[in-house]
């Protein structure tokens, strides 16, 4: 009979694979730590404002932009003070922002491989003891988004976004002085989910309307700053060599796992489907189309990316119910060995990770018809986006105390088992320890790589950017954190794709005297039926 | 036209020039360049671009050879000191409005000193000037950073193992830091001439760090959360610039704890509080470039006058000798004094009669001001006010 094969491995060759494993881990860490810079890097940008020489006030055409630098750049308002005549009207104020700005006497642009942009505006509002603004202040924008590419000239701004956005501006001050700036709060406002272009340019206008109320409680705006947030390529350009590195490695088990599997004379068992999905999932996370951003406009590459991560996640989680269900050696089983006893385990994930993909799909989904859009400006809006964030919360919950219950279950029966092993037969014996030893093994490799997870997520959050061990060595905290995982969790399930695969080592042939057995579990063994319902990896009981 | 003019009076005045440097030479020498403030104003600059090689000569008269080096390598450079130097301006005599001094400056004059011959004397006016002024510098340079007007800026390489050379840097690890290039560019073209050879260089150097530190120190951290579905697996981080404002208070908050210091006999190197005070400021940077004398012109402690008095810290303001009276005019000094200015009858502060007329009384007026009352604020750019005639009384310095 066939087991899996960790239990037939001998001790020597287990410890090679995992100090493999643990290897190929701390090398991982030290990849992000030592290589790659930080995931991100910013740009605080100052808007120009600029003077918009149109007097009737009509609606701004695709085609006018404004910019600060470059052949036909903007005659700046020189607007230090609010004036007491009617100087300017309000849509003749124009901020620009032009990005990325220039470095060491060189006009930079932007690569492919910065994959991202991020833009959050901050408001610079004066005090003034005549005029003080209400802390929750509405604020409208009336925002475009233009691009260029190298080789245009100057003025070839093309249109990509524009929309009129209302947000909300919480401000508070502590010291109530004239000439004080409010402390604003930041202010999301765009976000490209693809870098495709190498320059690009927003316009902002404030709006005023007396009659409909727009922007009239805003007070003295003195500034808008703009601060853009980009992946850094070199980031990227590490991950990604990560990712072409694991997918073929992963791809390749998990190709020689299904075909162990079917060589077995029975049909696979619920966790042999179940490993092979959760190495589809992680093989879905693991391809590399970061490639195909280089090349193509794919603007929906922060919305699949969520998607990957929350399809591996989602399967992680419902494999380690079943794990755990399946090394229940309860033999109450007519429909065990099927995904209908789960259900309610795993509608907790599903919930979960349902709601997680709406709340995504409402924030990023919609992001792809407007950049400017957030579900976090309007308060239905925010209501629906916490709503779905705790359901999310609350399936957590459910399915902690789901797994932790069948957790608990397990070891008591474990701790059962245990008690009865001497009287049990060589054979049975040795299937109980089997079942003992996979689950324990398993528990062990998940209980550490999730408390490594956690570990690293809360250093990564105290260091906030670098570890200095000496002047030579400099750790990037969070750039090892996410390399780290991410190759910790391809190698947890390159471990479980090798390990918990069937073995067709034989056993030494012993006569069963089971039928016999005066245990609770009398039911067990000697047809070769009931060993598929046993559990999935129906190991070493030898009953031949 | 005024512009004209003084082109005009400098053409005459350029003869004299060797002459006006080698008297001024140990007073003062690295603070001519304020007077940029007020050689035309800052629209007159011609517009940003690399190829303007040509120098206002009025602004070019003001700078020492280093600074006009630097205002040619750095292109934009030259209009964001002169808005830094009108800020000081500004905020130097906003923070003073209410004192016997008031931060007034002369007309711009070759070879004079744009705050006049108080700074001949080390007094703590002295050091406010010199911290307000770097300070100043140090915020417009960040400032016109960001908005991208010199193209010259910095980026933050100092964590980064690399060498700071090329576009692929800015595509592998991008590039912030508008705050350093500022401290940078300040400790380059305001320090020039100081080289703290002597006590009145080394305060000089002391309050021009000290007005730095305080820039960097107001400087208020902003992070975004942009994970996995928003959430805070990812967090970038940036340093938001601070109100100039909060900096000319809390320099005058150090103004009125000044510390008097005298020569010290042994220089005790700082090279630790140093470090302190550049921290964000990419003073690596300046630590590869520099050599080791340049270094060294930072690491001096300053012994306090009254020895149980604790030595001045990198924030404090720092000064030599006592202030002279500010009530009487006196032209050696370039004192305007307290004739004829306003005070504030019910107070006991400075701003009041009594010490405001150093006791010589004051005449009290009636008069009726129109005045712009119940403004409202229209976004944008608009203020409406109601005019309120109110009788207000009036108290002048005899």
């Known amino acids: ?544 | 036209m005024k512009l004209w003019m003084l082109i005009g009076a400098l053409a005459v005045a350029l003869p004299v020039l060797p002459a006006d440097i080698s008297r001024n030479k140990n007073r003062g020498r690295g603070s001519m360049w304020w007077g940029i403030a007020k050689a035309g104003e800052p629209n007159n600059f011609p517009p940003v671009s690399p190829a303007v090689t040509h120098m206002d000569p009025a602004i070019h008269a003001t700078l020492r050879r280093k600074q006009r080096r630097l205002a040619r390598e750095n292109p934009g450079v030259l209009m964001a000191v002169a808005r830094g130097a009108n800020q000081a301006i500004v905020e130097c005599q906003h923070q003073f409005r209410n004192r016997r001094w008031n931060c007034s400056t002369k007309n711009f004059l070759r070879g004079k000193n744009l705050f006049g011959k108080i700074v001949d004397k080390g007094c703590r006016e002295t050091a406010f000037i010199y911290a307000i002024t770097s300070a100043a510098v140090t915020h417009s340079i960040a400032r016109a950073c960001s908005e991208g007007s010199i193209q010259s800026c910095s980026c933050d390489y100092t964590h980064q193992s690399r060498a700071p050379s090329d576009v692929r840097d800015w595509e592998w690890g991008g590039c912030s830091d508008n705050i350093g290039y500022g401290f940078k560019f300040s400790r380059e073209f305001v320090d020039t001439g100081e080289r703290g050879r002597n006590l009145r260089e080394k305060m000089n150097l002391h309050n021009n760090e000290a007005g730095r530190a305080h820039v960097s120190s107001e400087m208020r951290k902003e992070c975004k959360c942009h994970g996995m579905s928003g959430s805070c697996t990812v967090k970038t981080c940036w340093m938001r610039l601070p109100n100039f404002r909060l900096v000319g208070d809390n320099l005058k908050d150090r103004f009125d704890g000044a510390s008097r210091v005298m020569v010290s006999n042994s220089d005790r190197i700082r090279g630790n509080s140093n470090m302190i005070t550049s921290n964000s400021a990419s003073n690596s940077v300046h630590g590869h470039r520099e050599g080791l004398g340049r270094k060294h012109r930072y690491n001096f402690q300053l012994k306090p006058y009254n020895p149980d008095h604790k030595s001045p810290g990198v924030k404090d303001l720092v000064y030599l000798e006592p202030s002279p009276a500010f009530c009487e005019k006196n032209p050696k000094l370039g004192i305007l004094g307290t004739h004829g200015r306003q005070c504030n009858e019910t107070s006991i502060g400075v701003d009041g009669c009594d010490l405001m007329c150093c006791g010589r009384g004051y005449k009290t007026q009636e008069v009726v001001v129109v005045e712009r009352c119940a403004c409202t604020f229209h976004w944008c750019c608009k203020v409406k006010c109601k005019l309120c005639r109110t009788k207000k009384t009036i108290h002048t310095c005899l």
């Not at chain 1, 404004?66 to 308002?77: I, M, Q």
């Not at chain 1, 990957?308 to 399967?315: D, H, K, L, T």
């Open chain 1, 1 to 544: 009979m066939q087991g899996t094969i960790i239990e037939n491995l001998s001790g020597k060759k287990l410890s090679v694979l995992v100090s493999l494993l643990v290897i190929g881990q701390i090398i991982c860490f030290l990849i992000g730590g030592l290589i790659a810079p930080t995931p991100a890097s910013s740009q605080n940008i100052l808007g120009t404002q600029c003077e918009d020489i149109r007097v009737n006030g009509s609606e701004p055409g695709g085609g006018k932009w404004f910019y600060s630098r470059g052949k036909g750049a903007c005659s700046s308002v020189n607007k230090g003070n609010f004036d007491l005549d009617d100087h300017y009207l309000a849509h003749q104020v124009v901020y620009a922002f032009q990005m990325p700005i220039p470095r060491n006497n060189r006009q930079l642009d932007y690569s492919r491989w910065q994959q991202n942009l991020i833009g959050v505006l901050q408001v610079d509002i004066m005090y003034h003891s005549q005029m003080e603004i209400v802390p929750e202040t509405r604020i409208t924008l009336d925002a475009r988004l233009a691009y260029r590419n190298k080789g245009d000239p100057d003025y070839a701004w093309k249109p990509y976004a524009a929309s009129i956005e209302e947000r909300s501006l919480d401000c508070t001050i502590d010291l109530k002085t004239d000439d004080y700036i409010y402390n604003c709060s930041v202010v999301p406002l765009f976000e490209l989910g693809s870098l495709f272009h190498d320059y690009y340019l927003l316009n902002v206008r404030l709006p005023a309307d007396t009659d409909r109320n727009i922007n009239q409680g805003l007070g003295h705006v003195t500034d808008l700053w703009l601060t853009v947030i980009n992946q850094n390529g070199g980031f990227t350009k590490v991950w990604v060599s990560l990712k072409t590195i694991f997918f073929p490695i992963i791809v390749c088990v998990l190709a020689w796992y299904w075909r162990r599997v079917h060589m077995l004379s029975r049909s696979p068992a619920l966790l042999e489907y179940m490993l092979l999905v959760l190495g589809s999932a992680l093989t879905f996370l693991n391809m590399p189309l970061e490639y195909l951003t280089l090349a193509y406009d794919m603007p929906f590459m922060l919305l699949l990316g969520d998607i990957r991560q929350g399809v591996f996640y989602a399967n992680l989680l419902s494999f380690w119910l079943i794990f755990a269900g399946e090394h229940l050696m309860i033999q109450d089983s007519e429909q065990r060995n099927s995904l209908k006893c789960y259900w309610r385990h795993l509608s907790a994930v599903g919930v979960g990770c349902l709601s997680l993909f709406v709340f995504d799909m409402c924030e990023r989904g919609i992001q792809l018809r407007n950049p400017f859009y957030s579900i976090w400006v309007t308060d239905i809006g925010t209501k629906l986006a916490l709503s779905f964030i705790i359901l999310a919360g609350i399936s957590a919950g459910v399915y902690l105390m789901f797994l932790t219950y069948m957790i608990w279950k397990v070891f008591t029966n474990i701790s059962i088992k245990r008690a009865t092993l001497p009287s049990m037969s060589a054979a049975r014996r040795l299937h109980y320890e089997g079942v003992i030893y996979r689950f324990k093994f398993l528990m062990i490799a998940t209980l550490l790589c999730a408390t490594l997870t956690v570990v690293g997520f809360i250093l990564g959050q105290m260091a906030e950017g670098q570890w200095k061990w000496d002047e030579d060595l400099e750790l990037e905290v969070t750039s090892a954190f996410f390399t780290g995982v991410y190759g910790m969790w391809n190698n947890y399930i390159l471990a479980l794709l090798v390990l918990y695969a069937p073995s067709h080592k034989q056993w030494p042939i012993e006569t069963s005297d089971s039928i016999g057995e005066e245990i609770e579990f009398s039911r067990l063994p000697t047809d070769p039926n009931e060993m598929l319902s046993l559990t999935a990896f129906a190991g070493k009981t030898a009953v031949e």
